[in-house]
């Protein structure tokens, strides 16, 4: 096959090892685009979880990976009509069809030379059922001012405006974020975004001056002292959202939440509700937020709020070091050393 009908992906080929593999390009189909992937932004929870073999749920190796990715139309099938060549889209990736038949396992295959989005508008109004059109809601245009460095981040922004915003968080709230990576921080913005007035963050040290970028209003050293104390000889909260779920830690800071206040978990580290969500840990009611999050819902919202610089992408990426696809690897060593926030992966 020649070179012009192939493409590279990057492959977890057994939990610790990655690699670049050739496979070949992927047909759009009728309702399909196929576009010229530009970016990625690295994922240190799904992607390192994937990455370490220790994904929440059933993974199959070896696996085409990367959500966070987006591509410009290059293609379009007979059948589409929202997607024109040139456009850039949000979430674009392989197709588990594609995956499979190159022998893969399919996690999104967001990390690839090339990638298809599914016009899943044109879908609807054909009448297909939303069980074959409602996965590529995610497909998304992006305006062609917004720098698609940019935005690989929508996807972060999109998925926890969302969650935020189902869970109540609104104008004069206090909200509490725990954890201080991408959705952390994302939280913090996104927090600040829908009008809460106090905006608090525990996490690592070397994070604050992101989180302040972000639109931290206090921040807690997760590492100095009794931080868990300190915060709770403060006001209380209205929110409490857990970015990382690690088992220590809403445990920690349920007794700084307002009688009746809300908190939720959307990290990766324990599985659901774990027992230390349960009393006697808090000593009056309060609600667990289980409602997930739709990326969709937000997509003009955060649009908007990129186009009136309410987001400093700064906070997330440093867009003067971005990694090559067969820099993948390197790229994650710097992620599990600190050293960024998410890597830009130039596709």
Not at 39 to 67: M, N, Q, S
Not at 167 to 183: D, I, Q
Request: with cysteine.
């Amino acid at each position: 096959m020649s070179g012009e009908n192939m493409m590279k992906t990057a492959v977890i080929e057994e939990p610790g090892r990655i690699d670049i593999r050739e496979l070949p390009m992927p047909e759009p189909g009728e309702y399909g685009a196929l576009c010229k992937m530009l970016y990625g932004a690295t994922c240190t929870g799904t992607d390192g979880h994937l990455i370490r073999g220790k994904i929440p749920w059933p993974v199959y190796y070896p696996t085409a990976f990367g959500h966070e990715s987006v591509g410009r139309v290059v293609e379009v099938g007979k059948k589409v009509r929202n997607y024109k060549i040139g456009d850039i889209i949000t979430r674009v990736g392989l197709r588990e069809s594609d995956c499979k038949k190159a022998g893969l396992n399919w996690n999104w295959g967001g990390y690839s030379t090339h990638g298809v989005a599914t016009d899943h508008r044109a879908m609807k109004d054909d009448g297909l059922s939303e069980a074959e059109y409602g996965a590529f809601r995610v497909n998304q245009v992006v305006p062609p001012e917004i720098d698609p460095r940019d935005a690989t981040l929508i996807i972060t922004w999109r998925e926890t405006l969302s969650f935020a915003t189902r869970m109540g968080v609104c104008k004069g709230a206090s909200v509490l974020v725990l954890g201080s990576g991408g959705n952390g921080l994302s939280f913090v913005s996104m927090s600040k975004a829908l009008g809460a007035s106090y905006v608090a963050a525990v996490g690592g040290a070397g994070r604050e001056p992101n989180a302040r970028r972000a639109g931290v209003d206090a921040y807690f050293d997760y590492r100095s002292g009794d931080w868990a104390g300190a915060l709770s000889s403060g006001e209380k909260f209205d929110f409490i959202i857990d970015a990382v779920a690690a088992p220590d830690g809403l445990g920690k800071v349920l007794s700084c939440l307002k009688p009746g206040g809300a908190c939720g978990i959307y990290g990766l580290e324990i599985k659901g509700a774990d027992p230390v969500l349960i009393a006697p840990l808090a000593s009056h009611g309060f609600i667990f937020y289980a409602g997930g999050y739709d990326e969709e819902e937000t997509h003009d919202r955060v649009i908007e709020l990129i186009l009136r610089d309410a987001l400093d992408a700064s906070a997330w990426l440093e867009k003067d070091r971005e990694f090559g696809l067969d820099e993948i690897k390197s790229a994650f060593a710097a992620l599990n050393e600190k050293r960024f926030v998410k890597a830009l992966i130039k596709l």
